[in-house]
């Protein structure tokens, strides 16, 4: 079954673009048919789904995140990738990348969960 496990910088300075990668091993984004997508919880919060790249490669985005999000495929096709551009103190959050064989975008449609990564805004 496929694993997620997310990578990148734990520290992100304000107005900054927090990057982050989505290795999946026993699975490929472009031959799987899955969507994969990254969730958010900041602190104190409950989790938000941020956007999906499906395996025909195509995104999709929360609303309230489309303007500064991006979604790609990676170096390879057992990764993708998160853009948050223009981060500010509220973007600290735990990140997980996730996948769902439903293309849903709810966090209980999520059939894999990566471990998640702690990411903090701060000059």
């Known amino acids: 079954q496929a694993q997620l496990q997310e990578s990148g910088p734990g520290l992100v300075k304000p107005s900054q673009t927090l990057s982050l990668t989505c290795t999946v091993s026993?699975?490929?984004?472009?031959?799987?048919?899955?969507?994969w997508s990254w969730i958010r919880q900041p602190p104190g919060k409950g989790l938000e789904w941020m956007g999906a790249?499906?395996?025909?490669?195509?995104?999709y985005y929360s609303p309230s995140l489309k303007s500064r999000t991006s979604i790609s495929r990676g170096t390879s096709e057992n990764e993708f990738t998160l853009q948050l551009r223009s981060v500010t103190p509220e973007d600290t959050a735990v990140y997980y990348c996730?996948?769902?064989?439903?293309?849903?975008?709810?966090?209980?449609?999520?059939?894999?969960w990566g471990q998640g990564t702690q990411v903090t805004v701060s000059s």
């Open positions: 996730a996948s769902s064989g439903s293309f849903g975008y709810a966090p209980w449609q999520m059939d894999y």
């Open positions: 026993g699975g490929s984004i472009t031959t799987n048919y899955y969507s």
């Open positions: 790249i499906a395996y025909s490669g195509s995104s």
